[in-house]
């Protein structure tokens, strides 16, 4: 597979930047929220990062609504809780994992209205958002795109050195934030683009 001239200059415009990778970069940030929509179960985690790297947990949590709750009291619930994490931590990015395929269309309408109240909670306090996909973040944790729950969970508590196993949805947005935490400042061919 080849190139084409113009891709190849294009290329070379980007290489001869200063101040910035060729293949592009994540930017870093020290505080990180990461969110896992969803009506019954939002994640949400908050890692701080420092210079040298070293990641460290905040807060980490589950916004649980239960069935018998009508749909605008479980995201009035999600913003709320959100709200109070933004407002305690004062973290400058939120990384929300992106939708994927579901069969039912009514399942994805209400994940997407669950992954909105979040989005708006995180776009009135001027945090830089950012989407990426749930294989992207099993490969970065664990290595392998469909690895299971369990082992997401297990990795980040590994990596953030915790002495239990996180819930699987909070373990789910601090994954998230992991991720961004590792790719954020290095050269990548998938920069995650602002929401």
Not at 99 to 108: D, I, Y
């Amino acid at each position: 597979m080849g190139i084409s001239p113009k891709q190849f200059e294009e290329l070379q415009k980007r290489m001869n930047r200063t101040g910035s990778y060729a293949l592009g970069e994540n930017p870093r940030h020290s505080i990180l929220l990461g969110v896992d929509p969803s009506l019954r179960g939002t994640g949400y985690g908050v890692i701080q990062v420092s210079d040298s790297r070293q990641m460290k947990l905040l807060t980490a949590g589950t916004v649980k609504c239960s069935p018998e709750l009508l749909h605008s009291t479980c995201f009035v619930k999600i913003a709320r809780t959100l709200r109070d994490v933004i407002k305690k931590y004062h973290p400058t990015v939120c990384v929300v994992e992106g939708l994927f395929f579901v069969h039912n269309l009514k399942t994805a309408i209400v994940m997407g209205e669950a992954r909105g109240a979040a989005l708006l909670v995180a776009a009135e306090h001027g945090l830089d958002i950012y989407e990426m996909a749930p294989r992207r973040v099993k490969q970065a944790i664990v290595g392998y795109g469909g690895a299971q729950k369990l082992a997401v969970a297990k990795m980040v508590q590994r990596m953030l050195k915790l002495d239990e196993v996180p819930e699987p949805d909070a373990a789910d947005a601090l994954a998230l934030a992991i991720t961004y935490s590792e790719e954020s400042g290095k050269p990548t061919l998938r920069p995650l683009e602002k929401i």
